[in-house]
Structures are given as C-alpha cells and as structure tokens.
C-alpha cells in the first residue's frame, strides 16, 4: 500500500511495491513541509506558477537534504496534456532546475541512467510511476483526463519496450493521488472522448446527481490502460487519495484554480 509519510516537515507519499525493490529513490510530495507562502504554501515544485525562483530553488534543496535527491540532477519538462514522451540522457540532467530545459510539449520522461530524478508536476491529474525491474528502466508520466483517454500510459511503455526491451511483465507501477471520480464532474463531450477510446468505458464513468453531468475515475482507466498494456494487475499500486478532497494536503486546479503551486511526482533510478 502508499504510504503518508512524514520526515522533518516534509509530508510525501511512496509506494511500497516500489520501495521494496530497493531499486529507485522515489516519492509524491504533498504541498507540506516548504517554504512557499501565500497561495503557493508551501512547498510549491513549480517554476511556472508565478512564485519567485528562490522560494521554489528553496523547496527543491529540501527534498534533496531531507530524501536525499542530487540538487543537479532532476530533469523537468514543459507539460501540455499531451502523448509525447521524451527519453532523458545524461545531457538532460539538471534541466529545470540547475539549467533551463528545453522539454517543451512533453508528459512523460523515461530514462534508464541512474541517479537522474525524473520530475512530472500535478494538481489534480494523475501522476503514474513505471519500474522495469529487468532492464533497469524508470518512467514518470503527468496523465490529465486527455492524457489518460489518450493512453499516455500504454504509448509510455510501449516506448520503454522500444528503447530499453521492456517487457510489460516485469513492470511495477505507482498511481499516484488525483481527483477522485467522487470529484471529476465532466459533461457529454469528455464522456464521448472516453467512450470513442476505451474498450471498458462503462466501467469508469457514472452519471453524476447534476442532470447532464458524470463522474469519471481516473485511477480505475489508468491501472485498466496499464493492464491492457501487459502489466500485472498484481504489480500496480494505487494511491486512492482525491486532491479535490484534501485541498490542506495537496494543490487542487479545481479548487484554487491558477493561483497554487504544483506537486511533484519524481523518480530515480539507485
């Protein structure tokens, strides 16, 4: 199961399928435990939010001393709800942070070279983690509802499978916290989105109580997506805490709309 955990002041969430490895460094920070203010409290991971560059330099030297990341070593990217994926070399590391990154128009980032955090940013989308135990691969992926019904997550792995030989089997994956289907009210043109592109819309999308309305479950498309694409059911973790629920533990789009920061979903191979 996913767990809260608390170190200094620093709140964040790790999946234990992932730890267990003992494989990666990794974790979904929550907004707690930095030194953000205002909107952006506290620990805003964003430097596209509108929040000066030091508060947000601040917050990553945090993680870095508190879970032990290399401050040089994250990658970032521009994300627009797309499929794009980007596989990060050695001349990536640092970009974002240390360096400006020229990740433009990218949702995921796979990698196969150690100790590069890869970085992938929310508010309310899903944030999902890959592990190819064999081939020593790593993913993050930012899955909106469009990167979702798109497959985001079966493209990723099928780019894993391209580059590194990944077989789906031996992957372990994290679904990290979201908007809850109790939250993610949609109307008719989401719901045909999601009905023209999955075989099992049925099963993840209800009529909501508003006449007109419906609610759909992310973290249920995306761990149906990762099966689909090969991944053990028994292999897939699901952190079931909605972001819209607990706008005092996470940064909401739906709640606080464009004046917040960001969470970070990062991940690393050891």
């Known amino acids: 199961m996913p767990h809260i955990k608390q170190k200094n002041h620093l709140q964040y969430i790790t999946f234990e399928n992932l730890e267990k490895t003992n494989m990666v460094n ?24 509108g929040e000066e560059r030091e508060k947000v330099l601040q917050n990553y030297h945090i993680l870095c001393d508190t879970l032990g990341f290399d401050f040089n070593s994250f990658v970032l990217c521009h994300q627009t709800h797309t499929t794009n994926i980007r596989v990060v070399t050695k001349q990536d590391r640092g970009m974002g942070v240390t360096k400006q990154s020229t990740i433009k128009d990218t949702d995921a980032l796979i990698t196969n070279i150690p100790n590069i955090q890869l970085v992938a940013f929310s508010a309310d989308c899903t944030p999902i983690f890959l592990l190819d ?32 030989g990944t077989n789906p089997k031996d992957i372990i994956a994290g679904i990290g916290p979201c908007i809850g289907q109790c939250c993610f009210q949609v109307d008719q043109p989401v719901v045909e989105e999601f009905q023209k592109k999955l075989s099992f819309p049925e099963d993840v999308i209800m009529p909501d109580t508003v006449a007109e309305k419906y609610k759909i479950d992310l973290w249920e498309t995306n761990r149906r997506i990762l099966i689909e694409s090969g991944v053990p059911n028994t292999q897939i973790e699901i952190c079931k805490i909605c972001t819209m ?26």
Do not use: D
């Not at 509802?145 to 894993?160: P, S």
């Open 26 to 49: 990794h974790c979904f920070t929550t907004r707690l435990g930095g030194v953000s203010q205002g909107v952006y409290a506290q620990l805003n991971l964003s430097f596209t939010r």
């Open 245 to 270: 629920c607990h706008p005092q533990l996470f940064y909401s789009h739906r709640v606080m709309g464009n004046a917040r920061g960001n969470m970070a979903a990062i991940i690393a191979l050891n």
């Open 133 to 164: 135990t064999n081939k020593k691969a790593i993913a993050v992926i930012h899955a909106g509802w469009r990167g979702t019904v798109n497959g985001i997550a079966k493209k990723t792995i099928e780019k894993m499978t391209q580059t590194y």
